[in-house]
């Protein structure tokens, strides 16, 4: 489902890019070559694509003033765990930076199937970098189940186009009202 158009400053262009670098770096030993998750000369691109996400994730939920708990954008290694936790409602979302002309969302299958990481939401932000803006897009973790599964360039993945996003899910209540912290 649709359920926004988020701004975003542009400076986080500049930060998403430096940490996608110090993410890939630090994860060289979990994604090398010849393993299940390597991604190649991709990889910066992708970790810094997903970052830039995270950030605007945490944007907008801060503008809204929504309580949140957030896993680190950059670790030792990579974490096995959704990437926000709403804090009033407990919901976990996994959130996941999607390039501009993309028509497509994906999922991991792995990813999806690990237990661990298994979030109540998946949260596609589909960044326009030009005019710092993003369209928000949340599914049910469950729905993902039924997608399409695709072998893409490094691993299968739950696919889905993005014109038939819009009768997914519901959104939580904590993300329809800005200003529930009033009620």
Same mark, same amino acid.
């Given at each position: 489902?649709?359920?926004?158009?988020?701004?975003?400053?542009? %400076?986080?262009?500049?930060?998403?890019?430096?940490?996608?670098?110090?993410?890939? =770096? /630090?994860?060289?030993? !979990?994604?090398?070559?010849? $393993?299940?998750?390597?991604?190649?000369?991709?990889?910066?691109?992708?970790?810094?694509?997903? %970052? /830039?996400?995270?950030?605007?994730?945490?944007?907008?939920?801060?503008?809204?003033?929504?309580?949140? +708990?957030?896993?680190?954008?950059?670790?030792? +290694?990579?974490? @096995?765990?959704? *990437?926000?936790?709403?804090?009033?409602?407990?919901?976990? &979302? *996994?959130?996941?930076?999607?390039?501009?002309?993309?028509?497509?969302?994906? !999922?991991?299958?792995?990813?999806? #199937?690990?237990?661990?990481?298994?979030?109540?939401?998946?949260?596609?932000? +589909?960044?326009?970098?030009?005019?710092?803006? @993003?369209?928000?897009?949340? !599914?049910? $973790?469950?729905?993902?189940?039924?997608?399409?599964?695709?072998? #893409? #360039?490094?691993?299968?993945?739950?696919?889905? *186009?993005?014109?038939? &996003? $819009?009768? !997914?899910?519901? /959104?939580?209540?904590?993300?329809?009202?800005?200003?529930? =912290?009033? #009620?």
């Amino acid at each position: 489902m649709k359920i926004d158009n988020i701004t975003f400053p542009k %400076i986080f262009l500049k930060l998403a890019e430096e940490l996608g670098k110090t993410r890939t =770096m /630090l994860s060289k030993k !979990v994604y090398k070559e010849g $393993s299940e998750k390597y991604r190649g000369e991709d990889e910066v691109k992708i970790s810094r694509l997903g %970052i /830039l996400g995270e950030l605007i994730a945490w944007h907008d939920l801060t503008n809204k003033n929504i309580l949140f +708990k957030a896993t680190p954008l950059i670790d030792e +290694k990579p974490i @096995a765990e959704p *990437d926000i936790e709403l804090l009033l409602d407990n919901i976990k &979302i *996994d959130v996941k930076g999607v390039g501009y002309f993309t028509t497509e969302l994906m !999922v991991n299958e792995n990813a999806h #199937k690990n237990i661990g990481k298994r979030p109540n939401q998946y949260w596609f932000i +589909k960044i326009d970098e030009y005019r710092c803006r @993003a369209e928000s897009y949340l !599914v049910d $973790s469950r729905d993902v189940d039924g997608w399409e599964l695709i072998q #893409k #360039k490094y691993t299968p993945a739950y696919c889905k *186009d993005i014109e038939d &996003i $819009s009768i !997914v899910c519901e /959104l939580p209540d904590v993300l329809q009202h800005q200003d529930w =912290m009033n #009620k």
